[in-house]
């Protein structure tokens, strides 16, 4: 029940949204699984990650891309962050963000599931998620929110671990 009714409301919501709206549904697939040109992108990043697959070849080198070889691309990211990170970045660039993301779930797993800590992970993983077909890390308001989603959870974890509240209560801590 307490899963099952927010996702009814909210899809109640989607489709009262776009019904008042006058939307169309029959354009849905166009609008929004058209990949618009990704596939090309990414086939475009893989064959250039093959000349330097262990070290990348340095941030910002899709924006460079678009203003010297205008034939290869107009974009200047790849709209799939995996894959930018691994052009950009190399293996061991993109083999750090798996490690901290796969350190964050199990410092998630290992402290108490509390309402804060669970919506955090929602919005850290909504943001894992929307890095497959968009570029949340390249938007301020986005990665900034992914990224007190991660950093929070690490808060909370040292708080229980260290107990600061009892520390507050003996003196300890000046507030």
């Not at 893989?46 to 678009?66: A, M, N, S, T």
């Not at 203003?67 to 107009?74: E, F, K, W």
């Not at 930018?84 to 779930?105: D, K, N, P, T």
Request: charged share 15%; proline share 3%; aromatic share 18%.
């Amino acid at each position: 029940s307490r899963i099952i009714t927010p996702l009814i409301v909210g899809i109640v919501f989607f489709f009262v949204l776009f019904v008042a709206k006058g939307y169309d549904f029959r354009n849905a697939y166009i609008i929004y699984v058209n990949p618009m040109g990704r596939f090309a992108i990414w086939n475009k990043v893989l064959e250039i990650w093959v000349q330097r697959p262990l070290f990348g070849v340095g941030l910002g080198y899709l924006r460079f891309l678009k203003y010297t070889d205008q034939t290869s691309t107009h974009w200047v990211h790849a709209h799939n962050e995996y894959l930018q990170y691994l052009l950009e970045l190399g293996l061991i660039g993109l083999s750090s963000i798996v490690f901290c993301v796969f350190h964050y779930f199990k410092t998630f797993f290992s402290c108490i599931k509390m309402p804060l800590t669970v919506s955090l992970v929602s919005v850290f993983v909504g943001f894992l998620v929307n890095s497959i077909f968009n570029f949340p890390s390249h938007l301020w308001l986005m990665s900034s929110l992914a990224m007190m989603a991660y950093s929070f959870v690490y808060v909370i974890k040292n708080e229980e671990e260290h107990g600061y509240e009892e520390q507050e209560e003996k003196g300890a801590v000046n507030g």
